[in-house]
């Protein structure tokens, strides 16, 4: 049974950083692709970082520069470092990763952008 963890989200300033972590169990971060989503209120959910099986990474251009998508293969975690954070970037932001047809996602951990 596929299983992710979020965490590290919580209140930051207008141009601070946070790091979230996807904690997995039951799936290879190593050999599968892990997405990073967010939604916002009232929004759809929108991919936001992906980093594939071989290690490549993509980004929506909205975070494009400011956004790291990286992983431990050593822990099976994947990790989101998101540096001069934006009002708008407040959102619940999920992790990802299908194991053949099924796709898992984590609980999400709350990212709030605010002075």
């Known amino acids: 049974q596929v299983r992710l963890v979020e965490s590290g989200g919580g209140l930051v300033q207008p141009g601070g950083s946070l790091r979230l972590s996807c904690a997995a169990s039951?799936?290879?971060?190593?050999?599968?692709?892990v997405d990073w989503y967010r939604q916002a209120p009232g929004k759809q959910r929108e991919l936001v970082a992906q980093i594939t099986s071989g290690g490549t990474t993509n980004y929506v251009d909205s975070v494009k520069g400011r956004f790291t998508a990286s992983r431990d293969n050593a822990n099976n975690t994947v990790y989101l470092q998101m540096n001069s954070l934006k009002p708008e970037d407040t959102a619940v932001y999920y992790c990802t990763a299908s194991l053949g047809l099924r796709r898992s996602w984590g609980q999400g951990t709350q990212v709030t952008v605010s002075s």
């Open positions: 039951g799936i290879s971060v190593r050999s599968n692709t």
